[in-house]
Every structure is written in C-alpha cells, then in structure tokens.
C-alpha cells in the first residue's frame, strides 16, 4: 500500500513536469524503478517472469515510440513500473 502511494505520488509529480515542459527527467523513472525493485524485494513474485513481462512491455512500447505513438518518458515509466508490476499494469486490482 505505501509503495503504492509513493509510486502514485511520483507519478503525479512526473505528470506536472510533462504538462509543464513536454519533458520529464530521468530521474523519475529511477525511483520509480526503486520502487518497482522494493515490491520485488516485499512480494517475491518469480523473477524470471518478472523480467519476461517488463522485457515485453518495453519491447512494445518501444515500437509505439519508434513510430512516434508515445513519448520516450512513457517508455521508460512505464517499463520500470512493469518491473514490480508486471503485466498487472494493465489489471484492476481490488481495493483490499
């Protein structure tokens, strides 16, 4: 739950940057991916699948940024988040 939060509070931060600017530093996508790495370290899900689904999900973000669908910010947030994620980036979860 506080990782979580703190992962929503990055974002939010991130987002003003991006309105702001149109570019976001990396160092937003660091400690999100510091994050992603604490959830790794909390939930111990598989590693193995773990890493398959950010490789995959940056290897389709990445296509989308080549052809200039999303900006590059995206490709990275998105693809450290998809690292203590996986692909339940994409999946409602349920409010415990």
Known sequence: MLLDV???G???FAA???VRGMQVRNAF????LLISLARVAVERPPLLLTITHAAVLFAVLYVFWHFNGIGGADVKILSAM???HGMGIWLRREVE
């Open 29 to 32: 996508p660091g400690i999100l």
């Open 16 to 18: 003003l940057e991006d």
């Open 82 to 84: 998809a690292l203590g």
């Open 10 to 12: 990055v974002l939010f």
């Open 6 to 8: 703190l992962m929503l």
